[in-house]
C-alpha cells in the first residue's frame, strides 16, 4: 500500500491552496479480460479506441439532456471548485468539480463544437490522447458521484453525470475497473456483490436467528424465498455479513417481527446494490434492476422495500419505476418501493412498535445524510423527507441526539469518501483524505458534545467509516447501523 | 461601401446566426432525450414548484447564494446590469418609446455601472483565486474583455463624446425596414456596434448559451414524482 500521510483535523475548515497533480499517481486496479467480458466490454484498450471512445462520447451527448446541457453551459464561474471532498482532501485542481467535467469538456468541444474544431487553444479544446485518457481513468475513478458540486452549480451541472459518461467510454475502450465490473460481473452470474450462493445465504440468516434468540430469548424470522410473504426486502449484501451492517439487519427483523409484517429475502435477487450507476452502463443498470423486479413477482410479494444502502436507494427511488417493465402485480396502497426507514417511520407513528428509549442511553448520536440519498432520493412525502424521517426514527428510540454543522449535513452533505464504485483498498489514500471534511465535522460534534455514536444508513459510508474512522484516531466502533439504534430500543415479547 | 452599408450587412449577418444559432440550439436541448429522473433533491413535487426553483435561479441565482457570495454579488451586479442597459437600449428600436423604457432611463445610467463593476470583480478573481485562475482559458478573460469594452465604449458616449442618437435612432430604425439610413459616425459607436456584432456571432457557440440553457438542466427543471408517474425517454422508452 502506498505511504501518505493522513490529513490533519483543522479547527475550521480552510479551503486549501491548489497543489497540482498530488492526486495524479491514484488509480485503482484495472478489470482483466474475463471480469470486462462479465459486463460485456471488451477485455482490453482496443486498437482503434480514440475512434471508437470518440464516437461513444457523441452517441452518449445526444442520448442524454443532461450531459448535452452540462457541457454547453458551464461559465466557469468556480463557484463549485471548493465543493468537492476530494478536493478539500488531496488539494488537487483536478478534483475541482469543473476541472474533473473539463477533462471530459475539452475532449468534447474538440470534436463536436465550432470553437473547438478550429480554435482549440482559446477555448482548452484538446486531442483525446493516450495521455488525456489515463488522466481520466485517474480521475474519474477521484469521483464519489455524490452530486455535492450539483447543489451550488448555479445551472445544476452534476459532475456525478459526467463522470458516469466518462466510465462508460473507458469500457467501451476496454479499460474498466476491477472493482466495479468484478462485483457487477457476480450480481449477473449468482445475485449479489459478494457472489453469496444461496445455501450460504440460507445458513448466514438460520445464524442470524440463532444470534437473536441468544439476545433476546425471541423467535425472530429471517426468511429466505419465502413465496406469498408481504413484503420483500431488498437490502445490500453487506447486511449479511459485515461490521456494523448486520446489527442493522438484525434490527430491519425486530422491526417485522414486531409489526406482524411477514417478509423475506430473494436468493435470486439479494442485493440492494446496482454499480452498473457508478460506470454509466445502461445495460447492467436495467439488467440488474430486472433481476430485483423477476423475484419479486416470482415470490408473489405485494411491496419492496429497500435496507439501508445510499446509490440503491436512489436507483430504487428514482429509477426503478422508469426500468421495470411492469409493476402492476404490486400493491398501490404502498408506495413503491418504500424505504426501510419509511416503513418503521410510519409503524412508529401508528403507535405499533414499543419503544424503550433508555436503552440507547449509552449513546450519543449523531447522523451522516449519505450523499445518494440526500441527493437523489426522497423518503415520505414531502420534499426533504429523506432528511426528515431518519432523525425522527433516531429520536424516537433514543434520547440524546446532536446534528453536525448545518453546512456538513442535509442536502450539503459531504460524501464518506468511498461512494461511486470507490470502495476498494487501492483507493486506500483516496478514501482517507475524502473522509476529511466528514471527520472534520464530526470532531466538532465529538469535542462539543461527547458524540460516541455515529450513525449512517449506507453499506458503503459504514464499510468506508469502519477502515477510516480510526485514521482520524476515532474508535472505528463509533460507526452505527441506524436499525441498530431502533433494533435495540425494541421492547420484543411485550405485545405478541 | 460606405460605413453604413457595412454595418447594416453586418448587423443582418449577426443577427441571422444568433437567431438561428440559438434557436438551433434549443431545439437540440428540448429533444435530446433525459431517460433518467435525475434532479438535485430536495426538489419540488410538482410543476408548478418547479417553475418556482427556476424563477429564483434566474432572478437572484439562489444556488450561487449558496455556493460562494463574492462571485454571487459580481456575478448579480453585472446581471442586473445588463439587463437593466438592454432595456434602456429598447430606446433605439420603439418609436415611441414605450413609457416603462422612458420610467427606466434615470436607472440604466447607473446600470452601466453595476455592470462593468460586476465584470472587473469577476476578471479581478480570475486572477486572485488560484482556483479559478487554474479553470480560466483564454475564451473565459476575452469574454469578459469584450463585455468590459462594449460597455466603457457605450460609456465613452453617454459622458465623453456624445453622439447623434437621432440618427442613429434613424439608422436602426432603417434597419428593421430595410432601409438603410446613415449611420452617424463616432468612434465609440463604431467600436460599440463592432463588439456588439461580435458578441451575437459568439453567444450561440460559446458558454453564453448558459442563459437558455439553465431552464433544460434536468438537475433543475425535473420534478420529484418518480414513486407517482412513470417516467421514459430515449432508451428507456424502448
Ligand atoms: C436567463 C438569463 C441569464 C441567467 C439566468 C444567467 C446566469 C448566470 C450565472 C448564474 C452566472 C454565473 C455567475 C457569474 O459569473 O456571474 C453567469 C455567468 C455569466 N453570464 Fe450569465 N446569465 C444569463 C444571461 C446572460 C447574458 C444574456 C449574457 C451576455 C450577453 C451573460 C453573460 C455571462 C458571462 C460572460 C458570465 C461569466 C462571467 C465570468 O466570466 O465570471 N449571461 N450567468
Ligand atoms: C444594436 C445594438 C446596440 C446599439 C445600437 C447600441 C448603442 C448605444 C448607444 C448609442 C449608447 C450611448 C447611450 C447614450 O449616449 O446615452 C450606448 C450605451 C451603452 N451600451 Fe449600447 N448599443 C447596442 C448594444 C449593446 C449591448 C448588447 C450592450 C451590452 C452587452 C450594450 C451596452 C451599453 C452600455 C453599458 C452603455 C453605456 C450606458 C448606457 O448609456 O446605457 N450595448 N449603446
Ligand atoms: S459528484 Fe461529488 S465527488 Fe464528484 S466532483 Fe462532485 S462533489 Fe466531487
Ligand atoms: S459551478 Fe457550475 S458553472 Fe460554475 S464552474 Fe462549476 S460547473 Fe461550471
Known sequence: ?496 | MSLSVIYAILFYFATLLFIVGVARKIVIYARTPAPLKIPTMPAPLTKKGVAWRLTKEVVVFRSLFNANKWIWLFGWLFHVGLLLVLLRHLRYVTEPVWTWVVLIQPFGKYAAFAMLIGLFGLWARRFLVDRIRYISSPSDHLMLMLLIAIGLSGLGMTYIDHTDIVSLKAYVLGLMYFDIQPLPSNLYLITHLTLVVILMIIFPISKLIHAPGLFFSPTRNQVDNSRDVRHTAGWTAK
Open chain 1, 1 to 496: 500500500m502506498a505511504d501518505f500521510d493522513t490529513p490533519v483535523l483543522k479547527e475550521y475548515p480552510i479551503i486549501p491552496l491548489i497543489k497540482k497533480g498530488s492526486m495524479a499517481h491514484s488509480k485503482p486496479y484495472v478489470a482483466k479480460p474475463d471480469i470486462q467480458a462479465g459486463v460485456g466490454f471488451p477485455g482490453e484498450l482496443v486498437d482503434n479506441w480514440q475512434e471508437v471512445g470518440v464516437k461513444k462520447l457523441g452517441e452518449l451527448v445526444s442520448g442524454s439532456r443532461a450531459l448535452q446541457v452540462f457541457l454547453d453551459t458551464c461559465v466557469k464561474c468556480g463557484a463549485c471548485t471548493d465543493k468537492c471532498h476530494y478536493y478539500l482532501g488531496t488539494s488537487d485542481p483536478l478534483n475541482m468539480p469543473v476541472a474533473r467535467q473539463d477533462l471530459l469538456r475539452s475532449v468534447y468541444r474538440r470534436y463536436y463544437t465550432f470553437a473547438g474544431k478550429f480554435f482549440p487553444k482559446l477555448v482548452g479544446a484538446k486531442d483525446f490522447t493516450k495521455d488525456v485518457l489515463d488522466k481520466w481513468y485517474s480521475y474519474f475513478h477521484q469521483c464519489s458521484q455524490c452530486r455535492r458540486c450539483s447543489v451550488f452549480c448555479p445551472y445544476g451541472i452534476d459532475t456525478a453525470e459526467v463522470s458516469m459518461a466518462a466510465r462508460e467510454i473507458l469500457d467501451t475502450v476496454g479499460v474498466g475497473q476491477k472493482y466495479c465490473n468484478e462485483i457487477l460481473g457476480k450480481v449477473h452470474k449468482i445475485g449479489n456483490n459478494l457472489g453469496l450462493p444461496k445455501p450460504a445465504l440460507v445458513d448466514t440468516m438460520e445464524g442470524l436467528e440463532e444470534d437473536i434468540k441468544d439476545e433476546t430469548g425471541i423467535d425472530v424470522r429471517v426468511p429466505v424465498d419465502q413465496k406469498g410473504a408481504d413484503v420483500l426486502l431488498i437490502t445490500p449484501s453487506a447486511d449479511f455479513f459485515a461490521e456494523p451492517h448486520i446489527d442493522g439487519l438484525i434490527g430491519y427483523a425486530k422491526v417485522f417481527h414486531q409489526a406482524g409484517i411477514s417478509w423475506t429475502v430473494s436468493s435470486y435477487a439479494s442485493e440492494a446494490a446496482n454499480f452498473s450507476m457508478f460506470i454509466g452502463s445502461n445495460e447492467n443498470l436495467l439488467k440488474t434492476a430486472t433481476r430485483i423486479r423477476d423475484a419479486a413477482y416470482d415470490l408473489g410479494v405485494k411491496r419492496i422495500v429497500v435496507g439501508e444502502c445510499g446509490h440503491a436507494w436512489r436507483v430504487a427511488y428514482s429509477f426503478w419505476n422508469t426500468l421495470f417493465k411492469d409493476m402492476d402485480f404490486l400493491d398501490k396502497k404502498y408506495p413503491m418501493p418504500s424505504h426501510i426507514c419509511e416503513v418503521t417511520h410510519d409503524l412508529i407513528q401508528r403507535g405499533a412498535l414499543k419503544i424503550n428509549k433508555e436503552a440507547n442511553d449509552h449513546r450519543r448520536i449523531t447522523f451522516h445524510d449519505s450523499c445518494n440519498v440526500a441527493r437523489g432520493s426522497r423518503m415520505g412525502n414531502i420534499p426533504g423527507g429523506q432528511f426528515i424521517i431518519p432523525r425522527e426514527v433516531i429520536k424516537a428510540c433514543a434520547n440524546n441526539f446532536y446534528d453536525m454543522a448545518p453546512e456538513t449535513i442535509h442536502e450539503n452533505t459531504f460524501c464518506c469518501g468511498g461512494g461511486g464504485g470507490l470502495l476498494t483498498d487501492d483507493l486506500m489514500e483516496l478514501r482517507v483524505k475524502g473522509a476529511l471534511p466528514r471527520m472534520e465535522a464530526l470532531k466538532q460534534v465529538v469535542d462539543e458534545y461527547d458524540v460516541n455514536t455515529f450513525v449512517a444508513i449506507c453499506a458503503i459510508c459504514k464499510t468506508q467509516f469502519a477502515k477510516t474512522l480510526p485514521y482520524y484516531k476515532f474508535d472505528m466502533d463509533m460507526i452505527t447501523s441506524l436499525h441498530q439504534i431502533v433494533g435495540d430500543s425494541l421492547e420484543l415479547g411485550t405485545n405478541d
